[in-house]
């Protein structure tokens, strides 16, 4: 990929700390813990009742007031930051370019609340009388395709739904697209929201922290019992960056590879060698023509789980030996929660803003060294440190893996 480099030349985010990339980037440095009380629907019934939820978000400021009544909480906020990004850059979509542009959204989860909700009104009104609006929401494509009706955007519209990676899968169908002719500019997004469903889920599985333990997200900390669920969206404008370069756009940074793997174990299980995410990386490694010495900075998907912190500290440790120990390593999600299909770009994003303002986002809550997780963690402060070169790593169960290079964009003289 590295002959065929992506400029992200915009940025939307709708996050648990901020409503914008500048609030998003703050809050990351001065390590603002999001995870809060959830009032959306009732935690009484449950031991944890705590998540990264969005407050105070209106969707009305970004879309006006009509067309909204129908929309579920995943579709406003993906339509909300792609508008970020298509005022942010002034993008007039019309008939000589609608057709150039792609819509690719990640995301996992967000038709549960559809589902579920439509399926009670057919219960609670009988067949007769229920309404049908919210059917049309109850497909997992339904968010992306709003925001090509919404926009006028007439090119392919793509959702991609693959877990944990949904973002870095998404990164990389925008590659192809782009690389084909496919599209000349595409709309790259992820989108989760916290539902009932899906907290009543993870949470009967005993996967989430306070079930078993202390009820906070602590990554790679010896206290960590399970991730805290966030929620959110972040959009990126992305071009094929010697086109953005020329054309003088606002270049945010420049992906220089991306690469994901499958490497199924067992259900729900994560490989015990992280085999997926050691060969993820290594290939976006030499796809983007790095060497380990070259990296300034790891931003991990690690979520306060026993397993996946402990693997991917091994994976980490056998691909870059002991320079790791000179290697930030950092988690966004001790102060996000696990947001799945967004995750990933939200790190990403917190890459961009430790690149422009040379700060690492701390890992908050850590307080317990956990011998299997020796590594600078850039526990609870914020970390100075010029990053050119950044990797992004995304995986979790069921086999996907992920890995993405970022590099710092610098003006030609």
């Not at 969005?54 to 579709?75: E, H, M, V």
């Not at 009967?204 to 009820?215: A, D, F, I, Q, R």
């Not at 299980?269 to 997926?276: A, D, L, R, S, Y």
């Amino acid at each position: 990929m590295n002959n065929f480099p992506l400029a992200i030349t915009g940025i939307g985010v709708i996050a648990p700390n901020g409503i914008g990339k500048e609030d998003f980037w703050q809050s990351l440095e001065e390590g603002k813990n999001a995870i809060t009380s959830i009032d959306i629907f009732d935690t009484k019934k449950f031991y944890v009742k705590v998540g990264g939820q969005i407050k105070n978000f209106d969707p009305k400021a970004y879309l006006g007031f009509k067309g909204l009544r129908n929309l579920d909480r995943s579709t406003l906020f993906l339509l909300s930051a792609s508008k970020q990004v298509i005022e942010e850059n002034g993008l007039e979509i019309n008939d000589t370019n609608t057709d150039k542009i792609g819509v690719c959204t990640a995301t996992t989860f967000s038709h549960l609340w559809p589902i579920v909700e439509f399926d009670r009104e057919v219960l609670k009104e009988g067949i007769d009388f229920a309404s049908p609006a919210l059917f049309p929401l109850t497909v997992i494509n339904a968010p992306s395709s709003q925001v090509s009706i919404r926009f006028d955007i007439q090119g392919f519209n793509t959702t991609v739904s693959t877990g944990y990676t949904s973002g870095i899968e998404a990164l990389n169908y925008t590659w192809d697209a782009l690389s084909t002719a496919k599209a000349e500019i595409v709309l790259c997004g992820g989108v989760e929201s916290l539902d009932f469903s899906l907290f009543f889920g993870f949470h009967k599985l005993g996967y989430l922290g306070g079930v078993n333990g202390p009820t906070l997200s602590c990554p790679f900390d010896k206290r960590r019992n399970g991730p805290l669920l966030g929620e959110g969206c972040c959009v990126f404008k992305i071009e094929e960056f010697k086109k953005a370069e020329k054309e003088k756009s606002k270049i945010f940074a420049k992906i220089r590879s991306i690469s994901s793997f499958f490497d199924g174990f067992k259900m729900g299980k994560i490989h015990p060698q992280g085999e997926g995410l050691k060969r993820s990386i290594e290939e976006a490694l030499e796809s983007a023509g790095i060497l380990t010495k070259d990296v300034d900075y790891i931003s991990s998907c690690a979520n306060s789980s026993q397993d996946l912190d402990r693997i991917e500290v091994k994976v980490l440790k056998k691909i870059f030996g002991k320079r790791l120990k000179n290697i930030p390593v950092s988690s966004i999600k001790s102060m996000l929660g696990e947001s799945f299909s967004v995750a990933s770009l939200f790190q990403i994003t917190s890459c961009i803003g430790a690149m422009l303002n040379g700060k690492i986002p701390p890992t908050i809550n850590y307080k317990e060294k956990d011998p299997e997780c020796d590594i600078d963690c850039v526990p609870n402060k914020a970390q100075k440190k010029e990053v050119n070169i950044a990797l992004v790593t995304s995986f979790g169960p069921g086999g996907y893996n992920g890995a993405c290079i970022l590099e710092k964009y610098k003006e030609a003289g």
